[in-house]
């Protein structure tokens, strides 16, 4: 019987930046499907009453917390704008090498924009709550 022949594994390939970005979005995509989960867990202590929603309020106001939230931010920001960058290569357009690269970057400098200003927004608003 003949052996067939195996996959290449992942060392072969090099770490390309259209394979970095590709990844990121989905490894992105993952985490705000963890953090669905707060959200729902959350909007059911509020559906359950003042007790349920009491004991969510002191869980998800730890300290600990303020990162997870600070990681969905980062993670929604990427996410969304290597969504858009899809849809642009949906309709056929920026799939050359350099176009691509260059879109890679601007992938990662309109997400960094973007976390800033939805932190900062955040960090105001936590700053009016008394």
Not at 6 to 24: A, E, Q, W
Request: hydrophobic letters at 55%; charged letters at 10%; one cysteine or more.
């Amino acid at each position: 019987m003949r052996t067939r022949p195996l996959s290449p594994h992942l060392s072969v390939y090099k770490l390309k930046y259209t394979m970095l970005t590709s990844g990121l979005n989905r490894i992105t995509g993952m985490g705000l499907s963890v953090g669905l989960v707060l959200l729902v867990y959350w909007l059911m202590a509020v559906a359950g009453g003042a007790r349920a929603q009491a004991h969510a309020a002191r869980l998800l106001s730890l300290p600990v917390m303020k990162l997870v939230y600070a990681g969905f931010i980062v993670a929604a920001c990427y996410h969304l704008v290597a969504g858009i960058r899809h849809l642009v290569w949906d309709t056929g357009r920026g799939l050359e090498r350099a176009q691509s690269q260059r879109s890679a970057w601007l992938v990662v400098i309109a997400s960094l924009l973007l976390m800033l200003l939805v932190g900062y927004g955040a960090w105001l608003a936590m700053a009016r709550t008394p």
